[in-house]
């Protein structure tokens, strides 16, 4: 099953691409609309905001040095290939996390595209905060917002610090392909989580559809 996915992943890697350079611009607007929405909602907004920009001044003042170490943003990358390994059947073979050397993980047969690409757009750490906003009651919610801002601020603060020309991720994937999917990506995964804390699974889905119905519509209004 690896193998066919692998193959699979390989005959729509550029294809893909160019879809993405494609929807880039919808991703942009359809982002920029959640933003907008959400700073209308002060029940949400402030706590967020203030998670998000507490977490980029803690990283500017401290977490960035190499005296903090980086275990847990190499933990959190790491885990990221694995979940990626997981979602493409290759079978884990180990996991090497060290203090401020970075880290592996180890794979039965050789890594896809998508498995090197994942940490560089995908939030995990975001993603395993998402349920809080419904298992907690509104007492807590704000406590909640806070710490999915601040999910969201350590995952911008470890793919600035992550994406370098030096990244071997991006090299073995190709730094031109890298470079036309990941903005993409990152679009959708930042206004994912915004339309999931706006409205759910049916906002996320309201929001992708958003997104593939803009260039219908602008062909539409050029023509």
Wanted: net charge positive.
């Amino acid at each position: 099953m690896a193998d066919r996915i692998d193959a699979m992943l390989k005959v729509l890697k550029w294809p893909l691409a160019i879809l993405a350079l494609i929807y880039l611009p919808a991703a942009a607007q359809a982002l920029v609309g959640q933003s907008k929405t959400m700073a209308s909602k002060t029940h949400l907004f402030p706590a967020f905001l203030l998670g998000c920009g507490l977490y980029n001044v803690a990283w500017i003042l401290w977490f960035r040095k190499k005296l903090w170490g980086s275990a847990f943003s190499t933990l959190e990358h790491e885990l990221t290939h694995a979940l990626f390994g997981l979602f493409t059947f290759r079978i884990i073979r180990g996991i090497r996390i060290s203090w401020s050397g970075g880290g592996h993980v180890r794979f039965k047969g050789a890594a896809n595209w998508m498995i090197y690409l994942a940490p560089y757009w995908f939030p995990t750490l975001t993603l395993a905060l998402l349920p809080a906003i419904w298992l907690v009651g509104s007492q807590q919610e704000h406590i909640a917002n806070l710490l999915l801002g601040a999910s969201v601020g350590f995952h911008l603060c470890s793919t600035w610090k992550e994406i370098h020309p030096r990244q071997t991720d991006l090299q073995k994937v190709g730094f031109l392909f890298s470079l036309c999917v990941l903005p993409c990506l990152n679009l959708l995964s930042y206004g994912s989580i915004l339309a999931y804390m706006l409205g759910s699974f049916s906002g996320v889905s309201h929001f992708w559809l958003d997104i593939l119905q803009r260039p219908t519509n602008w062909i539409t209004v050029l023509s």
